[in-house]
């Protein structure tokens, strides 16, 4: 890696995730009327009914405010239903309804696709250090920008 390469690893990660999320969003919303980020929040519940919302919010690493007008579009949309917590009147539990299963099933094959597609041009041994890469800057992009970003001590 060249070190103009080195320098720019931040910017390109944002332009890769800006064109990718770009045609991604389009895409979803001409097939299903539905972003990107809606479909995350679908994936999640398509494996478990009743989630708190602020534990999904806490999994998908996302506001509280953010998931709360993403649910909303997918509760008017019929994806997603909620309900008031039993144990605790102020929680809220999401599940996703039939019609948010059946999307999920409609468009996980074609992100199966996407990720290969994406991958193709990589050995295993390339695919398992991209993934490294990946999960390291999701699990600590934040203290690294944080750490990077602060004043000077006096």
């Known amino acids: 890696m060249s070190n103009d390469d080195r320098l720019f690893v ?6 890769a995730s800006g064109t990718l999320f770009r045609a991604a969003d389009r895409v979803m919303r001409d ?3 539905i972003t990107t980020a809606h479909q995350v929040v679908l ?5 478990r009914d009743d989630v708190p919302a602020s534990v999904l919010a806490a999994q998908l690493n996302m506001g ?16 997603v239903r909620r309900a008031r917590s039993k144990e605790d009147g102020r929680s809220q539990l999401l599940s996703a309804t039939d019609h948010g299963r059946a999307v999920i099933d ?4 074609g992100v199966n696709e996407m990720n290969e597609d994406l991958l193709a041009p990589f050995s295993e041994e390339e695919r ?5 890469f990946l ?3 999701r699990d600590q992009g934040d203290e690294i920008v ?6 000077p001590k006096a």
């Open 31 to 33: 097939r299903e009327g």
């Open 146 to 151: 944080t750490r990077r970003s602060a004043p």
């Open 106 to 109: 409609r468009t996980k094959a």
């Open 64 to 79: 509280k405010s953010r998931l709360t007008g993403l649910v909303d579009t997918l509760v008017d949309k019929g994806m």
């Open 43 to 47: 994936f999640s519940l398509y494996r």
């Open 10 to 15: 931040f910017h390109l990660l944002q332009q």
């Open 135 to 137: 999960k390291h800057v």
């Open 128 to 132: 398992r250090v991209i993934s490294a």
